[in-house]
């Protein structure tokens, strides 16, 4: 359960670059930081952008040997805040 108010969520989701990488985990496939460098920022900016998405609730991250594997929360999401991922992403 997302437990964040919506304030958080959405101003998370307020930068450009944060919904590029919600729009690559939409379909809940874990994956690295790294394989998101097709956005052209250095490994230290992804990771802070991971780091605000992770601490908004969005993202959850997990440990698989030393890389460290992101997913979106959609299920979770789509629960706490129903359309909210869909309409964000249509820009509206």
């Not at 690559?24 to 690295?32: F, H, N, S, V, W």
Request: hydrophobic share 40%; proline share 5%.
């Amino acid at each position: 359960m997302i437990e964040r108010p919506i304030t958080d969520v959405l101003q998370a989701l307020g930068d450009p670059v944060r919904l590029e990488i919600v729009r690559g985990l939409l379909d809940e496939q874990p994956r690295a930081c790294g394989a998101f460098g097709y956005l052209g920022l250095s490994p230290s900016t992804l990771s802070h952008h991971f780091k605000v998405l992770r601490s908004a609730g969005l993202i959850e991250t997990e440990a698989e040997g030393q890389r460290r594997l992101n997913r979106l929360r959609r299920h979770e999401l789509d629960e706490a805040f129903p359309g909210l991922i869909d309409a964000v992403l249509a820009g509206r």
